[in-house]
């Protein structure tokens, strides 16, 4: 779904923090959004978390920074991290070049997907197509 000049795809789901997550299986793939990382601009640095780590829905993870921001990523399920994108070490605009492929974050094992994802929205989601509207109107 294109909302602005941004591409949401449809078979992702999103939370308000710019993220983005593809299921597969009880293996979820987190990412940033491409208008996340636009409103980010060029990432610098990543900070990777390793592999084992148990997260929480909401709870920050891992850390990221660009030119103008410093944040930290909060994990879109609950669960434990069974791949981290290394990748983001060494070439960390990946998330800027190909956030919804190359530049990915982590891979969780979920260990409640099917509530979590309640939290989560769709690009076709009239309350998230507001929520991003909304965000453009303060960013842009």
Do not use: C
Request: hydrophobic content about 35%.
């Amino acid at each position: 779904m294109q909302i602005s000049e941004f591409e949401f795809p449809d078979e992702l789901y999103y939370d308000k923090e710019h993220g983005w997550v593809r299921v597969d299986g009880d293996v979820v793939t987190q990412g940033m959004t491409a208008y996340g990382q636009h409103i980010a601009g060029e990432i610098i640095y990543v900070e990777v978390p390793r592999e084992g780590r148990a997260v929480e829905q909401g709870k920050p993870f891992m850390s990221m920074e660009s030119g103008k921001w410093v944040g930290r990523i909060k994990a879109a399920v609950s669960g434990e991290i069974v791949e981290a994108n290394e990748d983001l070490e060494m070439d960390s605009t990946l998330i800027n070049e190909s956030p919804y492929d190359e530049g990915w974050l982590v891979k969780i094992e979920a260990s409640n997907l099917e509530d979590d994802l309640k939290a989560l929205m769709r690009a076709s989601d009239p309350e998230y197509q507001a929520f991003i509207k909304s965000e453009m109107a303060k960013y842009d």
